[in-house]
């Protein structure tokens, strides 16, 4: 399925899954959906992705995270990921930022 998405398209979806996959293993949170570009654009050079402005939801609450995503060329597969989480996003942020 992936493959049927543009490049760019596949680079951000590969990237909020892994975004997923690692933030679960936190026992604390359990993602329900992820966005790495949420709350602002990531910067990308080559196969590599990072930015500030991810958001994740977990337990009915949307929270930040920064990111850095490294893939391979044609953007299939996760070669490297580190994220680190930050404060929730209130509630009041949310429908300007896309989040449902």
């Known amino acids: 399925m992936l ?3 543009d490049p760019d398209a596949r680079f951000e979806q590969v990237c909020d ?3 997923m ?5 936190d026992k604390t949170y359990r993602p329900e959906r ?9 910067k990308v050079a080559n196969a590599t992705m990072s930015g ?3 958001a994740f939801k977990s337990k009915g609450q949307w929270y930040q995270f ?3 995503c490294e893939t391979s060329p044609d953007h299939m597969k996760v070669q ?10 209130p509630q009041e942020q949310w429908e300007a930022n896309g989040l449902y």
């Open 80 to 89: 490297a990921f580190s994220f680190q989480i930050g404060e929730p996003i």
């Open 3 to 5: 493959k049927q998405l």
């Open 34 to 42: 992820s966005m790495v570009s949420a709350l602002s654009h990531p």
């Open 66 to 68: 920064s990111f850095k």
């Open 21 to 25: 996959k690692h933030i679960s293993k």
């Open 52 to 54: 500030t402005g991810g």
């Open 17 to 19: 899954l892994e975004a």
